[in-house]
């Protein structure tokens, strides 16, 4: 059964980069039926998409993000990462990574999510 | 930017059939997704291309999408389906994926 885990620092410093990995397990991220994604949820909000990742490379982003945010994969870990550039205290959110198929624009399987604080 | 349109909140007494929209322009010619989140969970997918479900969501949910309006049916309420449900789409007029502001589903 596929399973994602997120990890990286619970607290970063306002202007400072982000850095998440997420662990895909019970599955190859090479799945060619795949697209890897990460979405976030600030507290009590809604949820934001923030941009997606084939494991040839291949990404886009949510427009509204894209000049700060960066996803590579790593498919010999059988992982990919976010980083987000200039963190700001409007970027304090739950970031959850996503697992989506290529026959459907739906994320079918999330990870637990990770919550990040920007705080100095 | 393509904009979801929820209800805050819908309260139904257990048993019944709690219905939930998700207004959007023309969102009939959209594929919309459904998900459910418990608090303190990560959201699960409950309804995908419309309706459809993926297996181990009971029979008990149910989507449809025609016009302006998607909704996302929940027949016969238990407690344990209190939650957020959010609708999401690709908006291939800005090349993302889009979600509802998500609507709160209270069982009296």
């Known amino acids: ?120 | 930017s393509y904009v979801l349109t929820q209800p805050p909140s819908v309260s139904v007494a257990p048993g019944q059939t709690a219905r939930i929209p998700c207004g959007g322009n023309n969102i009939g010619t959209k594929s919309v997704h459904w998900y459910q989140q418990k608090p303190g969970q990560a959201p699960v997918l409950v309804v995908y291309d419309n309706d459809d479900r993926p297996s181990g969501i009971p029979e008990r949910f149910s989507g449809s999408n025609s016009g302006d309006t998607a909704t996302l049916n929940i027949a016969r309420v238990e407690a344990g389906d209190e939650a957020d449900y959010y609708c999401q789409v690709w908006d291939n007029s800005r090349d993302h994926y889009v979600f509802g502001i998500g609507t709160k589903v209270t069982v009296l």
């Open chain 1, 1 to 120: 059964q596929l399973q994602l885990q997120e990890s990286g620092p619970g607290l970063v410093k306002p202007s400072e980069t982000l850095s998440l990995t997420c662990t895909v397990s019970g599955g190859s991220i090479r799945s060619s039926r795949s697209y890897w994604d990460w979405i976030r949820q600030p507290p009590g909000k809604g949820l934001e998409w923030i941009g997606s990742i084939y494991y040839s490379g291949s990404t886009y982003y949510n427009p509204s993000l894209k000049s700060r945010v960066a996803i590579s994969v790593d498919t010999s870990k059988n992982q990919f990462s976010l980083n987000v550039h200039s963190m700001a205290a409007a970027d304090t959110a739950m970031y959850y990574c996503a697992r989506r198929s290529m026959d459907t624009a739906a994320f079918h399987i999330w990870g637990q999510g990770t919550m990040v604080t920007v705080s100095s």
